[in-house]
């Protein structure tokens, strides 16, 4: 049955990479980022450098690579064009936020944010990853026009999309920044919403979609 073996193939993909990245981002926490090398990511992951390389292909894209611009579209896709953009934009940013977070609301991170908390601390702190962040902030940007598919296609529609996604991604950067300063005790998908609501002046309903 080849899309059983399809997916199977790729789900191992996806937990390769996942161990791969969370080791990664261990050795760059404990070591620094500069002092370590891709060889000591494959060492630390049981695999050789070689496999490393064909899940990212850049050292960078051992902390930058995420789910983030897939997740955020695909809210995209499922939001009602009737709504102004800048809201189904929002929207779609919040709820991405939860799933990566894993939507708790338990008295410290969890495990999943502990590890977005170290990736974001890391492309704060680290030269080389804060100027490869802007090139995901412009693929993010780029994604969420793309996925308002027929909606953006005259110049004058994909100019007003490209305004608004790099507005909402702006206040985003701002919650990020806010959250890693506090150390995660803020839930990221509220701070999110707070963000968009301090840059629009609505509030962005902070409720997943069904």
Known sequence: ???QHSTLRAQRRSETQRVIQAHAVRLFTERGYDATTVNDVAEAA????????????TKEDLVLFDQNGRLV????LASSAEQPLVHRIGRALVD????????GHGDGPTANERFLLARLRLMISTPALRARHLDNHYALQQAIVDALGDEATDPEAAFHAQVAASAC?????TALVRWAADDGRTELPDLIA?????????????VPNA
């Not at 991405?96 to 939507?103: D, F, H, K, R």
Request: proline fraction near 9%; charge should be negative; glycine fraction near 8%.
């Open 1 to 3: 049955m080849p899309d």
């Open 46 to 57: 049981g695999v050789s450098p070689m496999t490393v390389y064909r899940h990212f292909p």
């Open 73 to 76: 579209a695909d809210r995209i």
């Open 96 to 103: 991405s936020a939860t799933t990566l977070t894993g939507g």
């Open 169 to 173: 991604l702006a206040a985003m950067h």
């Open 194 to 206: 707070k963000a968009l609501a301090a840059a629009f002046g609505d509030p962005v309903d902070t």
